[in-house]
Structures are given as C-alpha cells and as structure tokens.
C-alpha cells in the first residue's frame, strides 16, 4: 500500500511538471512593441524601415541615398537627409534596385532632389523625430516643417502628410528618382487622380510598375512639370493642393506590375473608403497576428527585440507579385491570369534556402506552398527555375539552382500542395544545364578553374542541389535519377586537397597555387577556403572520412574559429561578423558552429551559437553583421534562439544547438503547440546538461521536422559548464551518402604543366586504396605506380578505379617553354591573378574573355614591367603583348606601352610608344592586342612596360571608393630567327 500511494504520489508530480512543461509562452503586451525596424538600418544591413505587410508588395519607405553599396535599401541611417517617399524596397540584398514612384511634400516648386549641394526638395531630419513600427513610419522634415506619416496594404499605401500652413502645399512626383527610365508617363484624370508607370532597368533590366493616385485635396491645374526634350513628357510633377482649411492631407496609392486599371483595383481593394487610422490598426493587427506565430518570454528586453525584429525581417520577403484579381507579370513579360495560389517575387535563394525556407517549412506551410507553385510557373513562363528573380525578371545573380533544395525540403516534410512530378521534372531541369560552368561539372565531377570562375563554391552548392534532387528522386521512386543524382552529390570530392584539407580550385589538374586559405579570390562566392571548405552538408560523415575523422574536423573546426580575424586577396564587403575565419555576415559559414554535434563535442556548438547569438545581434542600427539577405540573417537568428538549426535542408533534421529563451512557443498552423522551456537558463548557463521530448528522455542532440510540427514539449535542462550530454556516437546526427558511392578523379600533387627541361608529374587521388591509370598521347592506358618524366609537350589522360568505380578521366595538356627564354618581372602581381606564376607571361597559354578562369596575370595600381631574355642574340621580327579590358571589373588597357630591346643589356633600341586612348565607359570585354615590328633587327633582351590607369575615371562606380585600376596581361610574344 505505501509503494502504491508512493508511486501515485510520484505520478501526480511528474504529471503535474509535464503539465506546467505545456503551458504556453505567454505575451506580456503587444508583440509588434518589440520589433526595432531600423535594426539592419545602419552598418551594412541594408534594410529599410519603412511601412510593408507581412510578404507584401509594396514597401513604403523613405529614401536617403540615392546610390553605393550602403545605398541598397534606399535608406541608411547615418544620413540626415531625406529625397522623398518610394513604394518598393528591397531588404537586406547587396545590389541596388527598386526605389519606384517618388512622393515628397515640401512648399515650393523645385524640381531638384538636392543631391547636388543644391537646394532641392529633399529635405533634412533627425532620429529623434523619426519613429516607426511594422506597417508603419513618421517623421518630421526639418526645413519645412511637415509631418509625414506612411501607411500600407499588401498592394497600397497611404500617406499623410500635415503641413504648417494652408499655404503653398506642394507635392514632388519624381519618376527620375534611382534606376536608368526605360518608359514613363503621368497622366491627370482629375483635380483628385493621376495614374502613370515607369518602366526602369537596374539589377531587374526590364521592370514595369503602374500606379494610380488618389488624393484627398484637389490640386491646382495644371501641375507645373518637369520635361527632358525631345519627348515632351513629363518625368517629374508638382501637385499644389488647394486646402484653405488646412487639414491633413492624404494621398492613396496603389502600384502594378499589369496595369493602371490593376493598380486601381488593387487601391479600391484594399483602400476603399478607409481612414489612415483604420488602415494602420489593420497593419498591425496583420504584424500582430504573424508574430504570434512563435510566443517567447524572457526578461531581457534587447533579445526579445531581437527576435521579434528577426521574425519581422523574415516575413517581408518574398514580395507578393500579383493583382486583387489575379492577374501577375510573368517572366515572359506577359499577362496571366492565376487564381488558386499567390504569386511572388524576389527570391534570394542562395541565402535563404538555408534556414529562411526552413522556417517557412514550420510557420508558413501554406506560403511555402504558394512559393513552389510560383516557381513551376515561373519554370513554364521562363524556361527555369528562378536563382535571383526580380519583378518578371532573371538577375543572373549568385551560384547554384537552389529553388531546387526548396521543394525537395518541403516535399520531404509533407508539404505537397503541387505538382510533384512537374517539381520533379523542373529540379532535373536546372540540374542539366550547359551554362554557369555545370557542362564541365557534368563532364569531369567538378568545375575547373580554367572552365568557370568561382569553380569550387560552384561545385560544392551543385553538389548539395544535386543530393537533394536525389533525395527526390528516391521518394518517387526514380531509382535511375536517384542513382545519377547520388553519384553527382559527390562531386565534392573532386575539389578536397587531402594534404591541406581545404576545397581548392583545381587548375589544369593541378592545384591553385600558391594557395592561402586566407585570400578571397575568384575561386570561390564572397569567401575564401575557410568559409567554404567545410560546406558539404549533405555527407558530413563521408567528409569527415576523407578529412581523416572526427577528430581532424574538429581540430578544424577550433582552428577555424581562433584563426586571425583578417582576409588577403580580393576586398570583399560581405565578409564581416569575423569570429576568427568564421564569418557570419555571409552565408557559407552559417551552418559552421552546428558541425561539432557531429563530432561529438555539442557543447562546442552551443558555446559558439551563444556566442554568435549574444555578440552578433544587437539592438541597434548596425545589429546585424552583415547584409540581411532577404530574412536569411534573421531567421538563422529565429530558429537558433529557439535551439535548432537545418543543417542540411531536405534532411528532416534540425541541430540542436542552445536556446536562448526560458520559454518559446511555436504556434503552428494546424492548430497545434510545440513548446520550448529551458530551465536555469542565463548567460552563464548556456550549456545543456539535459533534455526531455515530450516526456523522454532526449539524448540524441538534433530533432526531427514531425516532432516540431506535431506539437509537444521540449525541455532544456541548463548549466554553466560543459557536460556529456548527446556526446555519444548513437547520439550524434548522420548524415551520409551510402549509395552509389563515387571514386575522386586523380590530380597533379607535382609537376608543371608548362615547363622549360623537364618536369616530374606525381598522381595522387583523395580517396584510400585506389589504383591510378594513365596514358600519354592517347596511349594504351598504364597503371600508374611512380613519378612521369616528361621533357616533350605532352597530353596526359588519367583515371581512378576503385571497386570497379571509375572516376571521369581527365585530359591535362603539358607545354614546353624554350629553355632559353627567360622573363623576370620589376613588378609584383596578385597571386589571385598570378595564371600560373613568373612564366605564366610566355607559356604558351592564352587567356580567354573572363579573367576569373586564371589564366591572366594581374597588377593592380602598378605599371607592369617585365624583362624576357632570349638566351642568344636573335634577329627579332616583332612583339606582341595581349591585354584585357573589364571596366566593370576595374580592369582597364594600360595608357601606354613601351618596348625596347637590346643585344647586351645596357644599350636599348626603344621602339615608338603605343598610346591607349583615354578610357571611355564600356560594357564590353575587350582584349587588345599590341605589336611592335622591329624589322629583323638583333637584340636578345626585351624590356616591356605598361603604363596603370592609376585611379578610376570619376564616372566609374568605383571612384567613390578610391579604388585603382587593374592591368591584366597574358601572353607576350616574340617572333624571331
């Protein structure tokens, strides 16, 4: 009897716990009170602050830069001047656009935005007379007294504006405003309506956008306008209100990507008769309803306006890109009519298919959905999948084909509302390209270097595309695209250099060399080998393997994060947030603290997530450490403060890592709870010493997507010391590729491809136990079992076998360098730019229209000056020398080039200068070639100098920058007897 009043009595306990383990979080007051808009505003964010709906199409926001990198949002916040008010933004890219239909009050006629020093109808302010909040921004202008107040729908928006007098109520419409005009019109249909469009081109080469304008005053006619002959339109208008009574005056407008008669539509729609008040309350209401999708407590303030600013940046894109009545702008440019989803916009796929997806898989089921079925249309309207799409447009921007990893994701977790064997057939499409360098990855398993720029980052992200496809294909039981897809994912194989263990780019089957992990080159996206090395999410444990085990990963891992904080090579902008190599400002390094679950050491995951967490994220202008990416920065804030990252999308899997919160709640669409409580929680106390699921016993340290979206309760038990938990090997998440296992191809571990004598070639492959073969000069092929002399020019072909798995064969073609001939060089070049080293210059090897597939040498702000040595006296018939020309590169022809020769080193013939015309803007890449003849006359020594532009012209985009100009040059070339 006293065992079973015992036992009852430990029931009602452990009862009474799970109980109070699945109480909600609870909001203390309204959650949009903690979001921070102007979080992202400063440093390089690049967000805006101004009034949008969840998803929304317009985004209504003041502009106070016109252009720079800073400038991307069209807002940044240590600028105290503001042009106007425009009704599209984009948040957190790195590329400029957007900015359409200009707004700005003021009190005078002035057609000029003051950007010029000169007074203009722009206007200064103050933060401390800004404020903002979702779905909605005021502030006062200084100047001229007014106060300004935005609000929106998800197709129009609202302004308000209070002027100090009756008099002189003037409105600037600027069609100008930003991008290049393609096309404009405004029309006046009465004293109380215009409509018009501006069709532009920036990152979108070919954007359309209609309005339609009600206000709430009659205007004077007819408005005075701004004109640029000959076409008599005109590009900019001011509106005077007539307003005797000085009331507020307010102006509705409603934007379309179809027509006017759309964006009229959309404003009734959505406007009506609706106050400014009643259409803020409804934006809010909507924010409101959006947070409430996950409920935290916690008695820090600045992390719960972190979060909530975080889950406010992810949800305002992508952009919804159709009218109220269904009709959208496809990729075609066309006109469709489309009622069973919404349609969308701006996707920044090589961010956010990383966790910003991922989250939507948990709180926006249905968008996710919406989002799927908008890339199968954009698929049927384009041709492709999108990469970057912007308003009907391709950008061509970022690597990889990762709409691809979306579907698979969601398809794997039970989303499926859309066609599957249509994804399907659209994944297998993006993956069989010829373009972007994927006919040589199909070819020989990885880019190389001279194929393709950024080969490794290119190789590894198709790579991860092409396992997710795989992962797709077994689901529907497509056991011949399963296989092809599995061996494809593998492909990473081919760029891991065993000695370094690093991801290199592999140059003419040899390694890119010298090699500095440090160094920012074009061999990878906005990284250097750190920040990619380690990225192959999709077979961690078979990369480990070939690193030499888990041991050697996390010795790398430690290694990667105290390693200096410093890059060399190329200057990137995006990598910031340095905690020693890792760089959280950019995407490739986002998934690095979550590999030490896999290595057994969890607690070294949640000291670097806390720490990224805590350090990385404030509550301020310039809070997030680098461009916030269209959500992506945000929701890697989001999910991992509540505990757990997607490592590896389409896996199922989420990471466990260390909550930051004593209490989360996610409230899921199907009406379910997954509660998170971390108990003893602090910042001192962010390690895990226990967990629970739902009741259990929770060892393992990752969570599947079913035990989130389920509902339930996960417990943290928190301490302030490392402890053991989830450290054993049945604990630790796996995720490997075990099917149609792939043999690496051989590289060239030594040897010269060019060479003078002779050189020694050493095969190696990156894989134990494999057997090397080999032909020369398309010879019967050899089993490879010593160092290869070679003293002749030479075509070297080479496979591996392992387990009867051949490796694609390679083809490496060896040149052979008059051993007489000799070059040095006065001068220094880049070592990204070094096409092979001091004879790269006359090797033989021709440099093709991208500098970026290594094989010409480049001087940055430095004349090129280089001495070759015939090795005899010679009579000389001529020398020529090639040169590139990529102005959006910043690199520029030389201003001149001098020749001389001479026959004993000391006294020189020098031939007539070859002066290169003043640099003029060009699009084109361009190579030169220049040639002096010297008429059979003997010399053995030839000097060559090319003169740097130095400086940038003033109207080149990098001017502002100070930057200087590039010379690349390739081959130099003498013809003698």
């Known amino acids: 009897m006293k065992n079973l009043s015992f036992l009852f009595f430990l029931f009602f306990v452990v009862s009474c716990s799970q109980k109070e383990t699945l109480t909600p979080a609870k909001k203390d007051k309204s959650l949009t009170d903690y979001v921070n808009t102007f979080i992202g505003t400063g440093g390089h964010g690049h967000t805006y602050p101004g009034a949008s709906m969840p998803f929304g199409m317009m985004q209504l926001s003041p502009d106070t830069r016109l252009d720079g990198w800073d400038g991307c949002s069209g807002y940044h916040y240590s600028d105290n001047y503001i042009y106007g008010f425009s009704h599209t933004h984009l948040s957190g890219t790195g590329v400029s656009d957007y900015g359409d239909i ?70 600037i419409l600027d069609l100008e405003h930003r991008d290049k005009l393609l096309d404009f019109n405004i029309t006046q249909l009465s004293d109380t309506e215009i409509s018009g469009h501006r069709f532009s081109e920036a990152w979108a080469t070919n954007q359309k956008l209609f309005f339609y304008i009600q206000f709430s005053h009659p205007i004077k006619s007819p408005p005075e306008s701004l004109y640029r002959n000959p076409d008599r339109r005109a590009r900019k208008a001011a509106y005077t209100f007539n307003n005797p009574k000085n009331d507020p005056v307010y102006v509705s407008i409603g934007i379309s990507a179809v027509d006017i008669d759309g964006a009229k539509k959309n404003l009734m729609a959505e406007i009506g008769t609706k106050t400014f008040d009643q259409l803020k309350l409804a934006a809010e209401a909507s924010w409101e309803t959006q947070l409430e999708k996950i409920v935290i407590e916690s008695d820090n303030t600045d992390y719960k306006t972190n979060f909530y600013s975080a889950l406010y940046h992810s949800m305002l894109a992508p952009n919804l890109y159709q009218d109220v009545d269904g009709r959208y702008r496809g990729m075609d440019l066309e006109i469709h009519q489309n009622d069973t989803f919404n349609y969308y916009t701006v996707f920044s796929l090589w961010d956010t298919y990383r966790a910003a997806h991922p989250l939507y898989t948990i709180i926006e089921q249905q968008r996710t959905n919406d989002f799927i079925n908008t890339f199968l249309t954009k698929y049927d309207e384009g041709g492709i999948m999108p990469i970057w799409d912007l308003s009907a447009n391709y950008t061509g921007c970022m690597i990889g084909y990762h709409a691809v990893p979306v579907i698979a994701d969601a398809y794997a977790k039970g989303i499926r509302g859309y066609d599957a064997e249509k994804a399907f057939t659209a994944m297998k499409h993006s993956a069989i390209q010829d373009q972007l360098g994927l006919e040589a990855y199909k070819k020989y398993g990885y880019i190389p270097v001279e194929e393709e720029s950024e080969s490794v980052s290119k190789t590894l992200e198709y790579a991860y595309d092409d396992w997710t496809i795989a992962q797709m294909a077994k689901a529907l039981g497509k056991t011949e695209d399963y296989k092809l897809f599995s061996e494809r994912a593998q492909n990473y194989k081919n760029v891991f250099d065993p000695q370094t263990n690093f991801m290199r780019g592999r140059f003419r089957n040899t390694w890119f060399a010298p090699f500095d992990p440090y160094e920012v080159n074009f061999n990878y996206t906005e990284a250097n080998a750190w920040q990619y090395s380690m990225y192959v999410p999709q077979d961690i444990s078979g990369f480990m393997k070939m690193m030499g085990g888990k041991k050697v990963l996390e010795r790398q891992l430690d290694t990667l994060f105290i390693a200096k904080a410093e890059t060399s090579g190329r200057d990137q902008a995006d990598i910031t947030g340095l905690i020693g190599q890792y760089a959280h400002g950019n995407e490739p390094s986002h998934h690095m603290a979550y590999l030490y679950n896999f290595v057994n050491k969890p607690y070294k995951t949640q000291e670097k997530v806390h720490q990224i967490l805590t350090e990385l994220y404030k509550n301020a202008p310039d809070g997030i450490s680098g461009n916030e990416d269209c959500g992506q920065m945000s929701a890697w804030y989001v999910l991992s403060s509540l505990g757990f990252y997607p490592v590896t999308p389409g896996s199922n899997q989420y990471i466990i890592g260390t909550p930051l919160f004593p209490k989360a709640t996610i409230n899921l669409e199907n009406n379910q709870q997954f509660n998170i409580v971390a108990n003893n929680i602090s910042n ?37 010391s490392p402890s053991s938990w989830a450290n054993k090997d049945k604990d630790v998440p796996v995720t490997e590729i075990v099917d149609h296992l792939i043999t690496p191809a051989p590289f060239l571990a030594e040897g010269d491809v060019a060479f003078k004598n002779q050189t020694k070639i050493v095969l190696k492959v990156a894989s134990e136990e494999t057997k090397i073969y080999y032909n020369l000069n398309n010879s019967e092929y050899k089993e490879y079992t010593e160092p290869l002399i070679l003293s002749e020019e030479t075509i070297l072909k080479t496979y591996a076998e392992k387990n009867d798995r051949k490796s694609s064969e390679l083809s490496t073609q060896f040149y052979k360098i008059d051993p007489m001939l000799s070059i040095s060089l006065e001068t220094e070049y880049a070592n990204q730019y070094n096409a092979g080293g001091n004879n790269a210059l006359i090797d033989g090897i021709r440099g093709a229209k991208d500098f970026r597939t290594g094989a010409w040498q480049g001087y940055q702000d430095t004349d090129l000056i280089a001495m070759i040595d015939l090795g005899s006296v ?26 001389s020769f001479s026959e004993d080193n000391t006294n020189y013939t020098k031939l007539p200068t070859r002066k290169i015309a003043s640099a003029t803007p060009s699009e084109a890449t361009e190579i030169k070639n220049i040639q002096f003849d010297t008429h059979s006359k003997k010399g053995r020594y030839i000097k060559i100098r090319a003169k740097n532009l130095g400086a940038l012209p003033k109207w080149h985009l990098g001017a502002p920058f100070n930057g200087t100009a590039w010379i690349f040059v390739d081959e130099i070339e003498i013809s003698s007897e």
């Open 102 to 171: 200009l707004l700005m009050p003021t009190n005078s006629v002035n057609f000029n935005n003051g950007a010029n020093g000169k007074k203009g109808y722009g206007d200064y302010f103050t933060h401390d007379n800004e404020t903002a909040s979702p779905g909605f921004y005021k502030v006062h202008l200084d100047s001229t007294n007014i106060e300004v107040e935005l609000t929106v729908t998800a197709r129009a928006g609202m302004h308000k504006y209070s002027f100090p007098s009756s008099e002189n109520q003037v409105l």
């Open 684 to 720: 001192e106390n962010k390690y895990i010493e226990s967990a629970n699921l739902n009741g259990k016993e929770l060892t393992r340290s990752f969570l599947y997507h079913n035990e989130i979206v389920d509902g339930g309760s996960l417990v943290f038990n928190m301490t302030n």
């Open 874 to 899: 010679k009579s000389i018939e001529s020398i020529s020398v090639n040169f590139l020309q990529d102005q959006r590169s910043w690199i520029f022809y030389p201003t001149e080039v001098n020749c």
